[in-house]
């Protein structure tokens, strides 16, 4: 498995101190995020997952907790829209760049606005994709924050 993506490639570029965390993806696993949890040790509610939705037709991505459901109510408000929804597979990986299971949040194709569940704020880290399936990157989530340039606000359901 590559150590280099463009995820970690966008980290390093944006100076943001992160460490790498490796694991047996497994595609069959019902919740991929609960399963990255599980395979690394560490509590689910500081493994986040990257959605892709579109709020009002404009794409958009979630960061949230991997044992959490994304608000699409409150997913379409902070971005000042009226409907939310997630993208369907294939686009979200044409967006992206990035397969399912590996979405990243940096270092995505097209950037795109991104809320980060304020919730995450109050960990020491947070572990996030790293833009491949497998591959997770551990770092402080204020810098994750900062590096995306995110909207940090309330989005579970």
């Known amino acids: 498995m590559a150590k280099t993506t463009q995820a970690t490639r966008f980290l390093d570029k944006a100076r943001v101190s992160y460490t790498i965390q490796q694991y047996d993806y497994d595609p069959n696993a019902f919740k991929v995020g609960l399963q990255a949890a599980e395979a690394i040790g ?61 979405i990243s949040p940096f270092g995505q194709r097209k950037r795109v606005p991104v809320d980060f569940e304020a919730a995450a704020l109050g960990h020491p880290y947070v572990i996030m994709n790293g833009g491949q399936r497998g591959l997770q990157v551990k770092l402080a989530p204020a810098d994750a924050v900062k590096a995306l340039g995110a909207e940090t606000a309330g989005i579970i359901a």
């Open 42 to 102: 560490e509590p689910a509610e500081r493994v986040l997952k990257t959605l892709m939705a579109e709020v009002d037709g404009k794409p958009v991505c979630a960061v949230l907790p991997s044992n959490a459901e994304v608000s699409m109510k409150k997913l379409a408000a902070i971005f000042k829209g009226k409907h939310a929804h997630m993208l369907d597979v294939p686009a979200a990986e044409r967006l992206s760049g990035y397969h399912v299971g590996g």
